[in-house]
């Protein structure tokens, strides 16, 4: 069965530090994908990174980057230079192409920029 | 990018009324709709996956017949939350795939439905 997990419940950073986030994944299929998600207060999902598990670079985009270790089998998020509008929640997702291509999520992070 | 809507956004209730939840994809079909329970300080869990003309596929543990889901057409999908009790408050996010998604990296996600049921 799949799983994701996050083991920090939540962080506190300064603003304009680097912040790492940890997930770690379970599945015994060789295609997924993996994706990070924030969450403001309003609610909405905000995509912010995907790494496809045939990917052999981590990907990036712009402050955001995913660090890819598919041996250990996890999928960190790093936020470079981070700000204050940071301050979220934050979830690590995985999708199996065999399950209907559904997503499930991670117990999530919550993350707080101090000024 | 792809828009996914929600409405209501926001809906109280007494306890034993039904309550609908419309997902619609406004700019693109989606042949997927997604439905997800959130509680408070809470992960999104799953509820079911919905596929345009045929019936939804619930999660374990979830009613189906207290949760009715309906996706008749390629834009629109329905959750009816039936004899609503307290315990079902919770905010409600749906979510919308099309074809190309399932090889593609995103889902697209509609911004939430909190239902308060007195």
């Known amino acids: 069965a799949q799983k994701i997990t996050q083991t920090q419940p939540g962080m506190f950073v300064q603003e304009k530090e680097a912040v790492t986030l940890d997930c770690t994944y379970d599945?015994?299929?060789?295609?997924?994908?993996l994706f990070w998600y924030k969450q403001p207060s309003s609610g909405e999902m905000i995509f912010l990174i995907y790494q496809g598990s045939y990917d052999e670079q981590n990907a990036t985009e712009g402050r955001y980057s995913l660090n890819f270790q598919k041996a250990r089998k996890s999928a960190n998020l790093v936020i470079s230079a981070s700000q204050l509008g940071d301050s979220a929640m934050y979830f690590c997702?995985?999708?199996?192409?065999?399950?209907?291509?559904?997503?499930?999520f991670g117990s999530g992070t919550r993350l707080s920029i101090r000024p | 990018g792809a828009v996914v809507s929600q409405h209501p956004s926001r809906v109280i209730c007494k306890s034993g009324t039904s309550v609908k939840i419309e997902c619609r994809s406004l700019d693109f079909q989606a042949t997927t709709m997604f439905w997800y329970r959130q509680f408070p300080k809470q992960s999104l869990m799953l509820m079911a996956t919905s596929n345009e003309g045929s019936k939804a596929t619930y999660e374990q543990g979830v009613e189906k017949d207290k949760f009715l889901i309906n996706h008749a057409s390629l834009t629109l999908s329905t959750l009816t939350v039936t004899s609503a009790h307290p315990e079902d408050s919770s905010f409600y996010i749906c979510s919308a795939a099309t074809s190309r998604a399932l090889t593609k990296e995103t889902q697209y996600f509609g911004p939430g439905t909190r239902l308060l049921v007195l």
């Open positions: 599945t015994s299929d060789q295609s997924y994908g």
């Open positions: 997702a995985m999708r199996d192409y065999s399950s209907a291509s559904k997503i499930i």
